[in-house]
């Protein structure tokens, strides 16, 4: 029998996350066209209308998403917050796009007005203050959109978005502190399989294929649960996924090292995790006061 192909878990997570990204502007211009705002002409129909703000939103749109992975890429070595990351790469990229919108919008009003339409110039790059206030101006609203679009999807929505893991393991208590013995969050249901490993024992969390390795400072047990279900069963502990194969404990760290472009966490008894590209921005801020220099 042929081996099953499987795409990656990381490749996969920025399939879903580009793919869900791109929905909100393909939404806004199918509003947009069917109720026909903002046209530049009239007497046109909603299909015209629709593909008009499909070309100038989708264009802008990945322009953003290509200029914030840029950002991610350059500014790594920084470990920049989230929304310093798609701020500059929003703007990078609508700069960048804008000479194409302008000629998306003049190539369309030229097809309405037919031969008495002036001829549309070829897409010019300005780089100039008074091109980036006309950029701000112009693009104010899918800006907007932009930053809550990504907020919402790394937040609630759980996706990676740039390298960044989603911010579901944050204490889920409105103080932001840590829980108290009232609020104490209970056991999860894993631990029900493990015969002599407690959750304050737990250093790190293996996923081998549909198993799952609960390691501690001094051995490891192997469990049959699903990898995803038991990282979500840690939310509200300091901790993180640092791997599309490993969840690691805070408090089981010693220190992080520097391996090529990206790191290794070492942890107390010796073992060493690797922290995989996608995460790495998250762990980086996260765990920074273990990072070696």
């Known amino acids: 029998m042929a081996q099953e192909t499987r795409l990656p878990k990381v490749n996969r997570d920025i399939a879903v996350s580009t793919a869900v990204s791109f929905f909100v502007p393909a939404f806004a211009a199918l509003l947009l066209g069917w109720y026909g705002a903002g046209i530049p002409t009239t007497g046109i129909g909603s299909s015209v209308a629709i593909t008009y703000w499909l070309a100038i939103l989708v264009t802008t749109w990945l ?28 703007v990078v990229g609508g700069l960048t796009a804008r000479p194409f919108v302008v000629y998306i919008i003049g190539t369309f009003l030229g097809a309405s007005q037919g031969d008495q339409a002036p001829p549309v110039a070829a897409p010019q790059f ?4 008074e091109w980036l206030l006309g950029f701000v101006q112009e693009a104010a609203v899918i800006l907007l959109l932009w930053i809550g679009t990504n ?21 889920p208590y409105a103080s932001g502190q840590a829980a108290t013995e009232e609020d104490h969050i209970p056991d999860p249901e894993f631990i029900k399989r493990l015969d002599d490993i407690t959750q304050d024992q737990i250093a790190a969390l293996e996923a081998e294929d549909h198993y799952v390795r609960v390691h501690t400072e001094g051995g490891s ?28 404990s805070k408090a089981a760290i010693e220190s992080i090292v520097r391996r090529g472009r990206s790191f290794d966490i070492v942890l107390k008894g010796g073992k060493r995790v690797p922290v995989g590209q996608t995460y790495k921005q998250s762990a980086a801020t996260e765990f920074k006061e273990f990072i070696e220099d």
């Open 151 to 171: 907020l919402m999807m790394r937040g609630p929505l759980n996706l990676h978005r740039f390298g960044f893991a989603p911010t579901y393991r944050t204490v």
């Open 221 to 248: 047990e192997l469990i049959h649960y699903r990898f995803a279900d038991a990282v979500n069963e840690q939310r509200g502990r300091e901790g993180l996924q640092v791997h599309r194969s490993y969840w690691v």
């Open 126 to 129: 300005i780089w100039s203050t």
């Open 63 to 90: 322009a953003f998403e290509i200029g914030s992975w840029a950002a991610a890429y350059v500014l790594r070595p920084l470990t920049p917050p989230f929304i310093v990351v798609i701020l500059i790469g929003s």
